[in-house]
């Protein structure tokens, strides 16, 4: 699979340096553009899974609705427990991507009907254009979150946010690389927003610190997509920050890497995992899935490639010439195709992903 990722790579070098631009040019993403060209130059970069970036964790302890404020003042005694995410990295991830010019990082906690976030922007020059609620903020600086409560790579919420505290909201059916399409007339009912700027908006003859966010997402306003959440679950979630840089390109920074230059890869996504634990006490689990979702998504874009050559999926892991460290039960047509692995242990289960990169998790009789 290595050297059938490398070889193809030559011949779509073009194809994705161009692609590159437009995967930057969210507008181009939202009308379906294709984003195959970028990931598979990327993915045949990643073909070791041990060169894949690491999935962020994070321990999101518990907090109360009464503690909480949402004013944008995130030095407020209630966000005191809460830990720091690392400094957001480039979207890519690997070693060798630049830093990002400004740092970001962010904070969450939990109560029994809300999920709540606060991240500090660093930015010399605080700007914000876009006041109407569900415009196309990614074509400023903004900041996003993405939540796949149950980690399936469906049905996913995206929210952005910019400096003059105007949001949008949307949800995903599933990614924009399996022809997802985005739905804007969700909303999330009864969210709070609350941004502090630390300078002056808009006023490019001053420097500025940067700017603060809080957001309040009640866990009802997630209903037709998960239950809340319960001590130990474990969310997919990543947040993201877009740097305006002009008409067709924006920069990103993420807290968990992508892996390819391309936000609408919930597999992705990081890991929140929600605890009743004291600050400070808990311990995260790291979910015995992981090695079998990284082998399936290896899987799901060598297939991409080979799908590219040749127009047609692949019927069987010798056609690609795929290997994979752990076993892998695939069945395939040219037009369609499904692979699972087994995860052994105490609780077993079989973990699937098809050609429209939907995860399944079902539980097996040992």
């Known amino acids: ?129 876009i006041s109407d609620h569900d415009g196309e903020l990614y074509t400023g600086n903004a900041f996003e979150v993405f939540i796949d409560p149950d980690g399936d790579n469906q049905n996913y919420v995206e929210l952005e946010i910019n400096a003059l505290n105007t949001t949008m909201d949307l949800t995903m059916d599933k990614p924009y690389r399996d022809r997802g399409k985005p739905d804007l007339s969700f909303e999330l009912t009864g969210m709070k927003t609350a941004v502090h700027v630390e300078g002056t908006l808009n006023n490019s003859n001053d420097t500025d610190r940067g700017w603060d966010i809080e957001i309040a997402i009640p866990f009802s306003a997630l209903q037709s997509l998960a239950k809340k959440p319960a001590p130990s679950d474990q969310w997919r979630i990543n947040l993201a920050r877009s740097e305006y840089v002009d008409e067709k390109t924006s920069k990103y920074s993420v807290w968990s890497p992508q892996a390819e230059m391309n936000m ?59 290997t994979s460290d752990l076993p892998i039960d695939f069945h395939g047509t040219p037009q369609a195709w499904t692979a699972s692995v087994t995860v052994k242990g105490p609780k077993p289960m079989i973990v699937s992903v098809d050609q429209e990169s939907h995860v399944r998790v079902q539980s097996r009789t040992p």
């Not at 899987?299 to 795929?322: E, G, I, P, V």
């Open 1 to 129: 699979m290595i050297e059938f990722a490398k070889s193809l790579s030559k011949s779509l070098v073009g194809f994705a340096d161009q692609t590159r631009i437009d995967l930057r040019n969210r507008r181009a993403m939202a009308r379906g553009a294709s984003v195959i060209g970028a990931a598979l130059i990327l993915f045949a970069s990643f073909a070791r899974a041990d060169e894949a970036p690491k999935i962020a964790e994070y321990l999101c302890y518990r907090t109360t609705d009464e503690q909480m404020k949402i004013d944008g003042n995130i030095t407020d005694v209630e966000w005191a427990n809460a830990p720091w995410t690392g400094d957001f990295v480039d979207i890519v991830g690997k070693s060798t991507s630049p830093k990002p010019q400004f740092a970001t990082r962010a904070k969450m906690l939990w109560s029994d009907t809300t999920l709540y976030i606060a991240a500090h922007l660093d930015e010399t020059n605080v700007s914000a254009k």
């Open 264 to 322: 609408h890869a919930p597999e992705r996504f990081g890991y929140v995992q929600f605890t009743e634990e004291p600050p400070g006490k808990g311990v995260f689990k790291p979910d015995p899935t992981a090695n079998a979702r990284l082998a399936l998504f290896k899987l799901y874009h060598a297939q991409r490639l080979y799908r590219y050559k040749n127009k047609h999926w692949a019927t069987s892991l010798k056609d690609m010439n795929f």
